[in-house]
């Protein structure tokens, strides 16, 4: 059997569609974790509200399936600073889980800071709530 008489074209050829395969994998796979804008339910930033760094609560929505349950988890990370250089995070906080955008606005659609922590949702009483002594950075 003889080698392809043009064998270095060949591998190039190979070599540049492999390139492209893997780019285009890449690309797709990292949008599919992106967090989107629609995804925001609702941002607030502590400025002042607390002593110490600033600090800023994300509710998002996350896919949620569950046997035959399909809906949305309702999340919130808070960032502790501004700066993306020495930008922290706390861990994931779990809200609750709803079948529709809309019933997580109504029910988690707003952020609060206070004197003594995190305070999300829209019912009084109802509100999750995060102790400023929790805000520590995830390990």
Known sequence: MRLPQKLP???????????IGYGTGAVLGIRRHAMKLGDTIAVAWSDGALAGPIYGAHVYLDPYMDGETRGHAVRVRVFIGRDKRTQQFTARHELGVVKTPAEAIAKWGRAHWAADGLRVGTEPGKEFFLPKEKLVPER
């Open 9 to 19: 074209e060949f591998i190039l050829v190979a070599g540049v569609c492999l390139l």
